[in-house]
Nanobody, 118 residues
Framework: EVQLVESGGGLVQPGGSLRLSCAAS????????MSWVRQAPGKGLEWVSF????????GYIDSVKGRFTISRDKAKSTVYLQMNSLKPEDTALYYC???????????WGQGTQVTVSS
């Protein structure tokens, strides 16, 4: 059974940092690209970042470039999202997802809440 379990969310002041983790199980982690997708209150899903297989290529939505860093630990079957210089507009429920194709996902975690507020 494929499982994705996120952790690391919380309440942080503007300018602060958080590291999200997504522990994967039930599939061969190293053979799939992985993504982070978020949903802000009252808004739709928004792709945030992905990390590929092989050379570990990465991509980010423009609004987080230079502030967020995605990485993966193949030995631990875990993907991370390091979030620095957080802004109130980063407030959202953050999901980890397994990529099936470009910007298409077949498995999702339960989400972890990130709230940026003073």
């Amino acid at each position: 059974e494929v499982q994705l379990v996120e952790s690391g969310g919380g309440l942080v002041q503007p300018g602060g940092s958080l590291r999200l983790s997504c522990a994967a199980s039930g599939f061969t982690f190293r053979t799939y690209a992985m993504s982070w997708v978020r949903q802000a209150p009252g808004k739709g899903l928004e792709w945030v970042s992905f990390i590929g297989i092989g050379d570990g290529s990465t991509g980010y939505i423009d609004s987080v470039k230079g502030r967020f860093t995605i990485s993966r630990d193949k030995a631990k079957s875990t993907v991370y999202l390091q979030m620095n210089s957080l802004k109130p507009e980063d407030t959202a429920l953050y999901y980890c997802a397994r990529d099936r194709a470009y910007r298409t996902y077949d498995y999702w975690g339960q989400g972890t809440q990130v709230t940026v507020s003073s």
